[in-house]
């Protein structure tokens, strides 16, 4: 706080990022963490005008965050950038052999389920959703399986997981679309239509919504990568 009360650029990548919010310097700012802390950082610190875990780096001016660890090197390409120049930063990117033009920790993303809540029933529960995915599973098919009335799995799987049954649905049936992409084999119209999408148009904006891309762009991301 000393540091920035004196006119200094304060940055933190990662883990790190949970010292400038805790010292409240967050407060009515969008930042950026590891996008499997991101959740933790906007509950802890609500006062944090947004948190992205789409964006490898947020530049606030006198706050500047990055993803994770070794978005280290995109912060300080663009820092090199800001106050050196984007001659240097270009300079520099060609010697380390990095990429200048900005990437994003969206196309990283993965959803992990969530099954230290200590609800076992709830496990149990979200494995069934795991193990029988299709595109016709709905909550009845859950509360069946558990021997509870839907009323109570809606209740009891919102309180363990944050998530509704169908947001849970949603977001494996994206992941899946995800490693589907990541092969590469089946075109995108195929991949929603097989996780019950009849309309491509609806699961282009689902994936979007959840994953920050369209499924195109994460799909390109994905053959560049392998």
Request: proline share 2%; hydrophobic share 40%; glycine share 8%.
């Amino acid at each position: 706080s000393r540091w920035h009360k004196s006119g200094a650029v304060l940055v933190a990548a990662c883990a790190g990022v949970f010292w400038l919010a805790n010292a409240g310097l967050l407060d009515g700012k969008q930042a950026t963490t590891h996008w499997r802390l991101c959740q933790r950082l906007s509950d802890g610190y609500p006062a944090i005008k947004q948190v992205s875990g789409r964006e490898m780096v947020v530049d606030q001016g006198d706050i500047v965050t990055a993803a994770g660890l070794y978005a280290f090197q995109d912060l300080s390409l663009h820092l090199i950038a800001r106050f050196s120049g984007f001659e240097l930063a270009k300079k520099v990117s060609d010697f380390c052999l990095l990429d200048l033009n900005g990437r994003l920790q969206a196309y990283y993303q993965r959803f992990y389920p969530d099954f230290s809540h200590g609800d076992t029933l709830m496990v149990k529960a979200q494995q069934f959703c795991s193990s029988h995915l299709c595109p016709s599973m709905s909550v009845s098919q859950i509360a069946s399986h558990c021997h509870i009335s839907e009323r109570t799995l809606l209740r009891r799987f919102k309180e363990a997981t944050g998530f509704t049954p169908k947001q849970y649905i949603i977001q494996l049936k994206i992941e899946k679309a995800k490693q589907f992409m990541a092969l590469g084999k089946i075109s995108i119209n195929e991949i929603g239509y097989n996780l019950g999408y009849s309309d491509t148009s609806n699961f282009i904006k689902i994936f979007k919504k959840i994953a920050g891309v369209t499924p195109a762009e994460f799909r390109a991301k994905q053959r560049i990568l392998n």
